[in-house]
């Protein structure tokens, strides 16, 4: 084999040695890109802005990817040109969809990132409630991912005026035939605006079996924890009709008790009323602005009932009923302390006896 054939084989396959230093360049670009990201965070963090380690951490794989793709696109279009496959002349549609889908990767992980920063940062100034923040950033993201493949459909040649008359004229019977995941979408929708309720809180409902932690708020369903820990999915049209208590937002918690002394004691029962009175009144756990109330209130079958009637500082549960437990042991000791007793049910017999003549 002489040299004008090996120049002449060197020609005809000139496109192996195209596609191998675009492989090769991909590699290198792609080692030089992580090699800037890496030298590029550790100067970020030097600084007090956050939002700019999300932007560079957002942007990490997407990029990292398009050296990639683009690499693997431009190797093809060589094929192509050298008289490969049909699929190979379609290189160019297909770059731009792929640089569209990267885009909206790298939108769509900041938009996420921007959203668990807001919500777990340590300053109380810049963070935000979390329901507002999903919904916010659930909306976000579906706006950028239907915009992305409407935009990618365009760039195919789909005319996206007839797709949008599509949707509005589907959209119609699609209404009727998907009228609960509709309702359940505009449940999620009104929860998100009226917030009666967010993620974390403990919420129940008085007409029916629903009590527990809220974990999640989706669009279409809201999932609770209940106290013994299993899970429990209510549709969001559900409580556009439903009323829901949310304990999780009280400012206080009640002690409300009713306790009987016997009738031997009816002598000490203003004294034990007022002692209790000023024993909750200088109680340091007891909320002095909320109602105070100690009162004798009835003369029981057995038993001469007063009750109390106050609140607690605490909203937490495990803390309140230390505080309660605190509060009933010293009304115990204050009964204790005047002679008297705590009633129980009793029952008096009158038994009468006649001389046999």
């Given at each position: 084999m002489d040299f004008d054939q090996l120049i002449t084989i060197f020609n005809e396959n000139a496109w192996i040695g195209q596609?191998?230093?675009?492989?090769?360049?991909?590699?290198?670009?792609?080692?030089v890109i992580k090699i800037l990201f890496d030298r590029l965070a550790k100067q970020l963090e030097k600084t007090n802005n956050r939002y700019d380690d999300i932007l560079l951490a957002a942007g990490r794989k997407p990029v990292g990817w398009a050296v990639w793709i683009l690499g693997v696109l431009m190797a093809a279009e060589i094929i192509g040109k050298s008289g490969?496959?049909?699929?190979?002349?379609?290189?160019?549609e297909i770059r731009e969809v792929a640089i569209i889908y990267l885009l909206i990767w790298f939108l769509v992980r900041f938009v996420r990132a921007v959203e668990r920063e807001m919500?777990?940062?340590?300053?109380?100034?810049?963070?935000?409630?979390?329901?507002?923040?999903?919904?916010?950033?659930?909306?976000?993201?579906?706006?950028?991912?239907?915009?992305?493949?409407?935009?990618?459909?365009?760039?195919?040649?789909?005319?996206?005026?007839g797709v949008l008359a599509f949707g509005g004229i589907g959209g119609i019977a699609i209404g009727f035939a998907a009228r609960d995941l509709l309702a359940n979408f505009f449940g999620a929708f009104m929860i998100f605006m009226d917030r009666p309720f967010a993620v974390g809180d403990w919420i129940r409902s008085p007409d029916r079996e629903i009590e527990g932690t809220v974990e999640d708020i989706g669009w279409r369903l809201t999932r609770i924890r209940t106290f013994d820990q299993r899970p429990l999915y209510v549709p969001n049209?559900?409580?556009?009709?439903?009323?829901?208590?949310?304990?999780?937002?009280?400012?206080?918690?009640?002690?409300?008790?009713?306790?009987?002394?016997?009738?031997?004691?009816?002598?000490?029962?203003?004294?034990?009323?007022?002692?209790?009175?000023?024993?909750?009144?200088?109680?340091?756990?007891?909320?002095?602005?909320?109602?105070?109330m100690v009162n004798f209130v009835t003369?029981?079958?057995?038993?001469?009932?007063?009750?109390?009637?106050?609140?607690?500082?605490?909203?937490?549960?495990?803390?309140?009923?230390?505080?309660?437990?605190?509060?009933?042991?010293?009304i115990a000791a204050i009964i204790e302390s005047h002679g008297a007793e705590i009633a129980f049910p009793t029952q008096t017999i009158a038994l009468s006896t006649t001389d046999n003549l």
């Open positions: 596609i191998f230093f675009v492989v090769f360049g991909a590699l290198l670009i792609r080692y490969g496959a049909e699929i190979f002349t379609k290189v160019s919500t777990t940062t340590t300053d109380e100034n810049r963070r935000i409630d979390v329901t507002t923040a999903s919904a916010v950033g659930k909306l976000v993201r579906a706006s950028l991912v239907i915009t992305g493949v409407l935009v990618a459909m365009q760039t195919l040649g789909f005319s996206v005026s049209s559900v409580f556009s009709s439903l009323p829901v208590e949310n304990p999780s937002r009280m400012s206080n918690r009640r002690i409300k008790e009713t306790i009987g002394l016997r009738y031997d004691d009816v002598k000490v029962l203003e004294l034990i009323v007022a002692d209790t009175e000023h024993m909750l009144q200088n109680h340091p756990d007891i909320a002095q602005d909320k109602t105070l003369f029981g079958p057995s038993s001469l009932d007063f009750f109390i009637y106050t609140f607690t500082k605490t909203t937490v549960w495990a803390e309140f009923h230390k505080i309660k437990q605190d509060v009933l042991l010293k």
